[in-house]
């Protein structure tokens, strides 16, 4: 049996209360594909919201996990308050908590291995600036930010790869198919190499990066590309067209 298509949606600083739900009953009302695994990321303080009110099948992440189990930590959410609140995905390594909340790939990479061992899926995102790409390190960046989990974690049988090229996150630029399918295969490599021939030929990568319902389709087709991190357009009705792009 081949990788389960993969969608994920990652509302980030968006939304209300109003927004939310009606987005939920959107989903809610939708015809899905069935083959297709939906995860939805919505702001923390929705989360309990979103669970309550969405379709049992399609799945809730949180935007971010800390490191560390419950204790003094001002304004931060454990893995295990996540797990008790029926929360089962999170996001890690998300490029604008790299660039803008300073994480690195240490960090991240302890994130992830409290996530997994908690028992949560970990949609861990990786990718390279503009400068990054036309420096020709691209796959450097993408292999070195993985390695760090690598280090710490050898299960990878919960983790989604999400390859997101910085530059085109947000800016309408997309990483055209051939490139995507390019990074996407040499992460396959990478795993192969690194991880075990189980997790490469098992472990989803998904592409991010201004996905939209007009070129998803292309992107579902390339051989390494099992689905999608969307951003700006989970928030609108095109974010089901994306989810049924194998369709």
């Given at each position: 049996m081949g990788r389960q298509f993969f969608v994920g949606g990652n509302f980030k600083m968006n939304g209300t209360i109003k927004s939310i739900t009606d987005i939920v009953q959107g989903l809610n009302d939708a015809k899905l594909d069935p083959n297709?695994?939906?995860?939805?990321?919505?702001?923390?303080?929705?989360?309990?919201?979103?669970r309550e009110?969405?379709?049992?099948?399609?799945?809730?992440?949180?935007?971010?996990?800390?490191?560390?189990?419950?204790?003094?930590?001002?304004?931060e959410i454990s893995a295990e308050q996540l797990k008790d609140s029926g929360i089962t995905w999170t996001l890690a390594g998300h490029s604008e908590r790299r660039v803008i909340m300073g994480e690195d790939d240490v960090f991240i990479a302890r994130k992830t291995k409290t996530s997994l061992d908690s028992g949560l899926g970990v949609i861990l995102c990786v990718g390279e600036t503009l400068e990054q790409r036309e420096a020709n390190k691209t796959i450097e960046v993408v292999t070195?930010?993985?390695?760090?989990?690598?280090?710490?974690?050898?299960d990878w049988s919960k983790v989604v790869i999400a390859y997101e090229p910085v530059w085109a996150i947000g800016t309408?630029?997309?990483?055209?198919?051939?490139?995507?399918?390019?990074?996407?295969?040499?992460?396959?490599?990478?795993?192969?190499?690194?991880?075990?021939?189980?997790?490469?030929?098992?472990?989803?990568?998904?592409?991010?990066?201004?996905?939209?319902?007009?070129?998803?389709?292309?992107?579902?087709?390339?051989?390494?590309?099992?689905?999608?991190?969307?951003?700006?357009?989970?928030?609108?009705?095109?974010?089901?067209?994306i989810i049924n792009a194998k369709l």
């Open positions: 297709t695994e939906v995860v939805i990321a919505p702001p923390a303080l929705y989360l309990l919201l979103t009110h969405l379709r049992k099948e399609i799945e809730v992440a949180a935007q971010n996990v800390f490191d560390k189990p419950n204790g003094a930590y001002t304004g070195r930010q993985l390695q760090a989990v690598a280090e710490v974690s050898k309408g630029k997309v990483a055209s198919t051939e490139q995507a399918q390019e990074v996407h295969a040499e992460i396959r490599k990478w795993l192969e190499s690194t991880v075990s021939s189980e997790a490469a030929k098992n472990t989803r990568v998904i592409y991010g990066g201004s996905v939209s319902d007009k070129n998803c389709k292309d992107l579902a087709k390339q051989e390494d590309i099992d689905g999608f991190l969307v951003g700006g357009a989970s928030l609108k009705p095109a974010f089901v067209d």
